[in-house]
Structures are given as C-alpha cells and as structure tokens.
C-alpha cells in the first residue's frame, strides 16, 4: 500500500496569516492532485501537479511537486476564513487510473 | 460540470442487513470508483469499475460488491451490514485520464450501521 502522509493535521490560524501543508510518500507517483472538502460534501479538485519541480499557483494558492515526484506541498498566502477546510493530496498510481490520498489537513482560519 | 449523484444522503440500517448505495452519472465516463471516508484513515477504496461489467478491487473491498450494468450506475453492496461499515461512502467520477486525471465527487452517502 502507497502511503502519503499529511502534515499539520489539523491548523488553526487567524486570517491574513501565511501556511504550508505538507504531503510526503516514499512512493513515486505519476502526478499529484489537491483537493479540498468543506463538511457534508465530496472532495473538490484544486489543483493537478505533473512534473517533477512543477509549481503552479491558483490566486493565493501555490502548490510545488517536488523533484522527486514523491512529495508535494500547499503554500496559501494571506489565509481567509473562506480556506477553511479538509485540505487533501492524492497521488495517481498505475492501472485504472487510481488515486491513493491522503489523510487530510484540517485547516481553520479565524476573523 | 459533470453531474454525479448519491444516493441515498443518509441511511441507518441495522446489523446484518443488506444496503445499495447508487451512484448516477450524467457524461457517459469510463471509469467510476467508491470510496469510504472515516476520521483517521482518509478516503479509501473499495471498487472501482473501468467499464460496464468490468470492475476490480480497492484496498478495501471485503464485505463490499458492486455492479456496474451501464454507463451511468455504479452501485455499492454491502451484502451484511457491520458496524465496522458505519462510514460516509463516496462516489467519483474520473473526468480525464492520465497523468492530468482529476476526479469528481458525488456529495456521499452517510450510512449508520446500529
């Protein structure tokens, strides 16, 4: 079983703050997603990162594959009440297009 | 968007008891996966199927069946209900394949297993 291990769990900070989550594995994945799920609702595709290095960012949101594509972190800056929420990786493994994830980083931010 | 929905939203059923769970999709996409959500482990796979007929296992698929009989339905069985099954059940939908793949959900089915 591929592992991909989150840190923090769980982050609370107040708005306008600065945060990285981070995703690591000892696995090599073929690319790495993000998502985030607010309560009583699935999972939402943020982001798909693909080659090793690639950094792509989404308004406040920067993500980085790392060079090794085992590893990947979120980077948001100027948190916002509207980021809370289960932030998710997720790596693409082989055949049928499967995705192992994460187990999620808890983020809430405070007025 | 690609429409995918649950259903049902909530169930509680006892002991023992056989569930289904339905998954719809609207877009006619391949490949179709349930997964289970509980505080501590993440999302984790059950099924997933590739094809109409064709399905194969997760990493969690004891005490679980599916079918998938058309394009559109993808349905989970839980043959004997446990409590250990007490979770909220995903559905997703791979909306491209590939190295760029990005899955949506369906918004999960709460299921209490007394």
């Known amino acids: 079983t591929q592992l991909l291990e989150q840190s923090p769990q769980f982050l609370s900070i107040q708005e306008g703050e600065n945060l990285t989550v981070y995703c690591n594995s000892s696995s090599v994945f073929s690319s790495l997603q993000w998502y985030r799920q607010e309560p009583g609702e699935g999972p939402v595709l943020l982001v798909t990162v693909v080659t090793g290095g690639e950094v792509k960012k989404l308004k406040r949101l920067t993500f980085q594959f790392g060079d090794a594509r085992k590893d990947s972190s979120l980077h948001i800056t100027a948190a916002q009440p509207g980021d809370t929420g289960l932030y998710l990786c997720?790596?693409?493994?082989?055949?049928?297009?499967?995705?192992?994830f994460g187990t999620g980083t808890q983020l809430k931010v405070e007025l | 968007d690609a429409g995918i929905t649950q259903s049902p939203r909530h169930k509680v059923t006892e002991t023992g008891t056989p569930v289904t769970l339905r998954c719809h999709q609207t877009?006619?996409?391949?490949?179709m996966y349930w997964y289970r959500q509980d505080p501590g482990h993440g999302l984790r796979l059950i099924h997933y199927s590739y094809g109409v007929k064709d399905t194969d296992k997760g990493e969690v698929s004891d005490g679980y069946s599916v079918s998938r009989s058309k394009t559109e339905d993808f349905l989970l069985t839980l043959e004997s209900a446990t409590s250990s099954q007490t979770s909220v059940y995903f559905c997703?939908?791979?909306?491209?394949?590939?190295?760029?793949?990005?899955?949506?959900f369906g918004s999960g089915t709460r299921l209490t297993v007394v």
């Open positions: 877009e006619n996409h391949r490949y």
């Open positions: 997703a939908i791979s909306v491209r394949t590939g190295e760029a793949s990005g899955y949506t």
């Open positions: 997720a790596g693409l493994t082989g055949g049928g297009n499967k995705l192992t």
